[in-house]
């Protein structure tokens, strides 16, 4: 599979990560769908505007793009919301951040395991993954990990795999530090939906200092993540 172009869903959000993904994609000459709430996307991709929290819109972009290019082998979904409010809680930004993930999931999924393949990227916010005041007051987190996690145990089996990418840098980084953000995620996505990929399960956090840049996405036990 590595010499054939893939179909590949992005779905756009509030970390303006997206558009990055998707042109790393569309590099490696993969049939690259973006979907996408507001803005302007780059021309070259394939663009479908789609509220995604909108079952019908939904099902008719993905199912536009499935027509075109097949059933979609790799998905990466910029999980974070466009409406997300500032003194909006830990759990409320965490309950709309996964209702955002399982509506696109739940579209895409089933393909993918009818196939018996596929990748599966989720990509949000520390904020988005219900962490803060409202889980150290010890509040249920049904939050994105533990939807990925589910997921991994319901592919079990399958060669579909299923990945968290998580940034925690501050709203105001500089426009320089949001680009260097965007493209470690980028690659990193692009790592985790390699043919030959076999890590699934796995939460993997972006850090980015300012504009300097870094080897790699850093792990929690502090060391640099390599990967299988």
């Known amino acids: 599979m590595a010499d054939v172009s893939r179909s590949v869903l992005v779905v756009s959000g509030a970390s303006g990560s ?6 790393a994609y569309a590099r490696q000459d993969d049939w690259v769908g973006f979907l996408y709430e507001r803005g302007t996307p780059p021309d070259e991709l394939y663009n479908v505007r ?3 929290s909108d079952g019908l819109q939904l099902d008719a972009a993905v199912s536009e793009f499935e027509t075109g290019h097949g059933v979609v082998d790799v998905l990466v979904v910029d999980a974070d919301r466009h409406d ?8 409320a930004a965490a309950a709309g951040t996964r209702a955002r993930a399982n509506a696109i999931i739940g579209r895409t999924l089933p393909g993918m395991r009818e196939a018996g393949h596929g990748r599966i990227v989720l990509i949000a916010s520390t904020k988005g993954l219900g962490r803060g005041s409202a889980l150290a007051g010890g509040a249920p987190h049904a939050d994105l990990m533990s939807l990925a996690w589910h997921l991994v145990h319901e592919c079990r089996g399958s060669d579909v795999t299923v990945n968290v990418i998580t940034y925690g840098t501050p709203q105001d ?12 995620i980028a690659n990193l996505a692009i790592h985790l939906t390699r043919p030959e990929a076999t890590d699934t399960g ?3 956090p972006i850090e980015v200092l300012g504009a300097i840049p870094v080897l790699g996405p850093i792990r929690t036990d502090g060391a640099s993540y390599q990967g299988r």
């Open 84 to 91: 997300r409010q500032g003194d909006e809680s830990s759990l």
């Open 202 to 204: 796995a939460v993997i």
């Open 173 to 184: 980084l500089p426009r320089q530090g949001r680009a260097h953000r965007a493209q470690q």
């Open 50 to 52: 789609c509220d995604v």
């Open 18 to 23: 997206a558009e990055s993904v998707a042109a």
